[in-house]
């Protein structure tokens, strides 16, 4: 299984409270990405990295911010969470390649509340 | 534009039967990458398969058989006397190598299999 550990694994917090989440990864994959994860939605990328300080925005980047200072970490803050935020969230790493044919793999995710 | 669409929402089937999961894609480019992903009721998500847009040939992996066809752009998932542990939400999911960095996934297929 590929090294790559969510925290927490569960969070509850209130609106308008702000709120970071970990991805730590040991595999020393280039690409990190975030997930969120709802019903009829499936997975919807919020944001990925490709290297140390170098991020994009996904589909849902709204109301997200992500940071990466080290190759390991990948984090996720909410700056301000609103209910919408209720959702499992899921860390993902892939290799680099020429070809883009490696997988992701995921991260055992984070399921978030906000009340 | 990149798309993926899983149609079928849900599925029962009763033990020991075979089920298809269907997956239609779209894209422009010439060189893209498909995968399969299962999630079980424990909620992580598990890499199946990968299968490259000029290697056509299908694959079979015990019970479970991919067949990829470019002409019906579709990536379908066959699972042969399927057992309750194969109850599980299947995602497929699309890579191109103009969007190297990104994976789009469909909203997934759960799959119930009655004992």
């Known amino acids: 299984d590929a090294g790559i550990t969510q925290s927490p694994r569960h969070k509850v917090t209130e609106t308008g409270t702000p709120v970071t989440l970990r991805c730590h990864q040991t595999e020393n994959h280039r690409y990190m990405y975030w997930y969120r994860q709802d019903p009829g939605h499936g997975l919807r990328l919020i944001h990925y990295s490709y290297g140390v300080k170098d991020t994009d925005k996904g589909e849902v980047s709204d109301g997200y911010s992500v940071s990466r200072s080290k190759t390991e970490d990948f984090l996720l803050t909410l700056e301000s969470a609103t209910s919408s935020q209720t959702s499992v969230y899921f860390c993902?790493?892939?290799?680099?390649?020429?070809?883009?044919?490696?997988?992701?793999?995921f991260g055992n995710g984070t399921r978030l509340t906000v009340t | 534009a990149q798309k993926v669409t899983q149609a079928q929402t849900e599925i029962s089937v009763v033990e020991k039967e075979d089920v298809t999961l269907d997956c239609v894609y779209e894209?422009?480019?010439?060189?893209?990458?498909l995968f399969w992903y299962k999630q079980p009721p424990s909620g992580e998500l598990v890499f199946l398969i990968r299968?490259?847009?000029?290697?056509?040939q299908n694959e079979i992996s015990g019970r479970y058989s991919w067949n990829f066809q470019k002409s019906t752009s579709s990536f379908n998932f066959t699972i042969t006397a399927s057992q309750v542990v194969d109850s599980a939400v299947y995602f497929c999911?699309?890579?191109?190598?103009?969007?190297?960095?990104?994976?789009?996934f469909g909203t997934g297929t759960s799959l119930t299999v009655i004992p």
């Open positions: 993902a790493i892939s290799e680099a390649g020429t070809a883009h044919n490696s997988p992701l793999h």
């Open positions: 894209t422009r480019d010439t060189t893209y990458y």
């Open positions: 999911a699309l890579r191109s190598s103009n969007t190297g960095n990104q994976f789009y």
């Open positions: 299968r490259n847009s000029f290697d056509e």
